[in-house]
């Protein structure tokens, strides 16, 4: 089955405490993203990647890192979360370019305290 | 400065009713666009793809005016089960990023 996997679904954690939430998809897409949504804020991107090893910062990218080493994996690095990075997350997945559907992970809601 | 933007709703109808939900985009470039839904604290999933000569899926149509810049969302016969958010999509400069509008939220009612 073509899906997005993200991990963990839920997360709790303190300031400063790094954190990583995984992201695998197995469509063999190149591009992948990392979204955060927040109420009144819409989906805005953090940083996505047009292929291995190439990522580029999207809307919102301070206080978070990506790595893109394998096609299927886009892992969303917080090195040390603050409060206001308490949001729902969701890694989201397609082919590319300019008409292309894009397919989401179920999500992962972090709650920083 | 947002680049997609929706009525954030919510747009309360009763069951048969027809609704229909616009969005502006900003970026003139832009040539094909996506209504995608959204249920509760759940993921984005594709409704429609939106190009220029318009999409009909069974209750659904979407329409394109390039002349003021919007895209329609129009859903004929309500159904209980289409309540949900309804967000606005459209790509970026090469299409590298995705602009998602705020949403659309529709509650239909018995």
């Known amino acids: 089955e073509a899906q997005v996997t993200q991990n963990p679904r839920y997360l709790i954690t303190v300031t400063g405490k790094k954190l990583t939430v995984t992201c695998s998809q197995n469509?063999?897409?190149?591009?992948m993203s990392w979204y955060r949504q927040d109420p009144g804020l819409g989906l805005r991107q953090i940083y996505y990647?047009?292929?291995?090893?190439?990522?580029d910062k999207g809307d919102v990218p301070e206080g978070y890192k990506v790595s893109r080493k394998e096609k299927r994996n886009f892992p969303l690095i917080l090195e040390s979360p603050s409060p206001n990075q308490t949001s729902l997350y969701f890694c989201?997945?397609?082919?590319?370019?300019?008409?292309?559907?894009?397919?989401f992970g179920q999500g992962t809601r972090l709650t920083v305290v | 400065r947002k680049e997609v933007e929706q009525d954030p709703g919510p747009f309360n109808v009763p069951e048969g009713a027809t609704v229909a939900f616009n969005c502006t985009y900003s970026n003139s470039a832009s040539q094909s666009f996506f209504w995608y839904r959204q249920d509760c604290r759940k993921e984005p999933k594709l409704l429609m793809s939106v190009y220029s000569s318009g999409n009909e899926d069974g209750r659904f149509t979407a329409q394109l005016n390039r002349a003021s810049q919007y895209i329609s969302l129009l859903i004929r016969d309500s159904k209980l089960s289409d309540s949900a958010t309804y967000l606005c999509?459209?790509?970026?400069?090469?299409?590298?990023?995705?602009?998602f509008g705020g949403g659309t939220r529709l509650m239909v009612k018995p």
């Open positions: 469509m063999n897409h190149e591009y």
């Open positions: 990647s047009m292929n291995v090893e190439v990522t």
């Open positions: 989201a997945s397609r082919i590319g370019g300019r008409n292309t559907e894009a397919f």
């Open positions: 999509v459209a790509p970026e400069d090469a299409g590298n990023m995705l602009t």
